[in-house]
């Protein structure tokens, strides 16, 4: 078993891979901005935009993992928030890249989150992880993000590199809004819902990242189910995983724009990755199919 650490352990996704990897019996530790007392982890400050840490966190660590990094839609794209959503996710990068550079025995294991907005808009391209990235500021940010762990390589740790599709969980990230408006029967798609939503249900990122750790993966790989949808037909299948019956109606293209500004790109891109490289590596996708996910995650909502 392995003692993990993890940058941005407490976030979405970081709380179920703790759960799980210390499920499968790995130690976890936790970085955080704050003293966290009653941490059911061990927690180690680290501040990114300060550029310190405490050294102690890395002690004995052989596997490192970095969620770490501002959220995309939390607030509006202003030119200062693009500042703090790159320097969030480069300079955790660099900050760990330093850490590990004075430990006499580095860990054996670096694990980044990524994301498919490398893509950009993509129409109904299938895209591989050989595709070459997309433009704008999605795109930008997760290329300069990917680029910053050429510093952990440059250490000799091996890397893996998760491009992550839209997660679902019902009381957490996409999933969440996207239920809100069946509270009134009814489910809404953005502009002509053509656009291509690469999913994956939460369970299966979790276990994406933990098979990757344990078989020692290496390179990127699309984290994405193997059958992504198109956002009309996410907005539709809401609706009866619920049980309900729901008007499925457009939120034009235009009022996005005018409601997100460029932000609207998360809503309105359209990705179509593929999976087959996690699954030539062996993984098993417990929920494959977006009518079992919804299923597994909708049930007693």
């Keep these: 078993m392995a003692t993990v650490l993890i940058g941005g352990g407490t976030g979405f996704i970081g709380k179920h891979l703790s759960r799980q ?11 955080s901005r704050s003293k ?11 501040d990114v935009a300060a550029q310190t840490i405490d050294d102690a966190a890395l002690e004995g660590v052989e596997v490192v993992i970095n969620l770490a990094g501002a959220g995309i839609v939390d607030k509006r ?20 890249a330093e850490a590990m550079s004075r430990m006499k025995v580095p860990p054996s ?5 990524s994301a498919i907005g490398f893509y950009g808009d993509r129409g109904n391209t299938l895209l591989t992880e050989e595709s070459g990235p ?3 500021f999605l795109s930008e940010s997760v290329q300069r993000w990917e680029e910053s762990v050429a510093a952990v390589e440059a250490l000799g740790i091996p890397v893996f590199i998760n491009r992550t599709g839209i997660v679902l969980h019902p009381r957490e990230g996409a999933l969440q809004k996207m239920l809100i408006p069946l509270n009134f029967r009814i489910s809404g798609y953005f502009g002509d819902g053509s656009q291509y939503y690469s999913w994956i249900h939460v369970d299966d990122l979790v276990g994406a990242y933990v098979y990757a750790m344990e078989q020692h993966l290496t390179g990127t790989f699309n984290c994405v189910a193997p059958n992504p949808v198109t956002n009309k037909a996410l907005a539709a299948a809401l609706g009866p995983a619920l049980g ?17 500004g460029e932000m609207s790109h998360t ?9 087959q490289k996690l699954e030539a590596a062996g ?3 417990t929920f494959p199919v977006l009518a079992e996910a919804l299923d597994d995650l909708l049930t007693d909502q």
């Design 36 to 46: 966290r007392p009653d941490s059911e982890y061990p927690t180690f400050q680290w």
């Design 267 to 275: 809503v309105l891109d359209s990705a179509r990755c593929s999976a």
């Design 21 to 31: 990897l210390r499920a499968a019996g790995h130690e976890v530790r936790h970085l």
């Design 244 to 260: 309900k019956s729901a008007l499925v109606v457009p939120a034009p293209a235009f009022v996005m724009k005018l409601a997100m």
């Design 109 to 113: 294991h670096y694990l980044s989150a």
């Design 134 to 136: 997309g433009n704008g």
């Design 77 to 96: 794209w202003t030119d200062k928030r693009k500042e703090v959503i790159i320097k969030s996710r480069t300079g955790s990068t660099r900050l760990l």
């Design 283 to 285: 993984y098993a996708f």
